[in-house]
């Protein structure tokens, strides 16, 4: 009865919280309806509006709880900011942060995990730039076991058979995306060392520090491409 007590809360929480997002969104939306399309000056209004929704989803998704639930509403929206963003301000050049990353520099609400990945054909190694894509990453943040540290994911690594067929890359996620529980259960991987859940979009090209297999380590360039084997 106290399990199916919980599940009930759960779920009257996860209600609130969509009813409320639809309540507080659609009231956003009419006022970005609202604004002249060929007046200039609403071009930042517009952005400003869509953080406003950005900020909105964050406080909701705090208030009722919902962890890592429904995280494709809060990766749409971080898809049309940065979308809006690109339009208003097309000459911004991202390369010097993409450099820092390849530097390994993790800011205080960051820090680095270790995203595991297969491949049947991962004796060829540029079999596995079709796992480095973008839309690739969106799908690693949910389906792939995701360590915390580089002894978890070396031991993980040791218990697999043909080690050709297993890479892993390291990479820089904010502190706030990740989730160590899923309802109140500490998460394992299948040989029970402790991993962790990432949100949707949590995983961003430009913050892949390095890609990991046979032992040898390779940077990777912003468009997934594997680049030199660091150390040679």
């Known amino acids: 009865m106290e399990i199916e007590s919980k599940s009930l809360f759960i779920m009257a929480e996860e209600k609130r919280y969509l009813t409320d997002l639809h309540d507080r969104l659609e009231n956003i939306a009419i006022r ?62 991202a390369m010097p942060v993409v450099e820092q990353r390849f530097a390994g520099q993790v800011a205080d609400d960051e820090r680095l995990v270790y995203v595991y990945l297969f491949n049947t ?15 690739s990453l969106i799908e690693h943040s949910f389906n792939r076991p995701i360590y915390e540290s580089k002894e978890q994911i070396d031991a993980a690594m040791s218990l697999r058979s043909m080690s050709a067929q297993h890479a892993y890359i390291t990479i820089i996620v904010k502190k706030d995306d990740i989730s160590r529980t899923y309802n ?16 949707q ?32």
């Not at 190694?125 to 973008?134: A, C, E, G, H, V």
């Open 121 to 135: 054909q991962g004796g060829v190694l540029k079999t596995w730039q079709n796992l480095l894509s973008k839309r």
């Open 201 to 232: 979009g949590a995983l961003k090209m430009g913050n892949i520090i390095n890609f990991t297999h046979m032992g040898k380590e390779y940077r990777i360039s912003p468009e997934g491409q594997l680049l030199l084997e660091l150390g040679c």
């Open 32 to 93: 970005i309806r609202g604004l002249k399309s060929y007046d200039v000056a609403n071009d930042e209004k517009i952005s400003r509006i869509v953080q406003e929704a950005v900020d909105v989803e964050d406080v909701l998704r705090k208030q009722y709880k919902v962890g890592v639930r429904f995280n494709i509403i809060r990766h749409q929206l971080a898809n049309l900011k940065e979308s809006i963003a690109r339009v208003l301000h097309p000459d911004n050049n």
């Open 184 to 199: 109140g259960n500490e998460l394992k991987d299948v040989q029970g060392l402790p991993i962790v859940r990432l949100r």
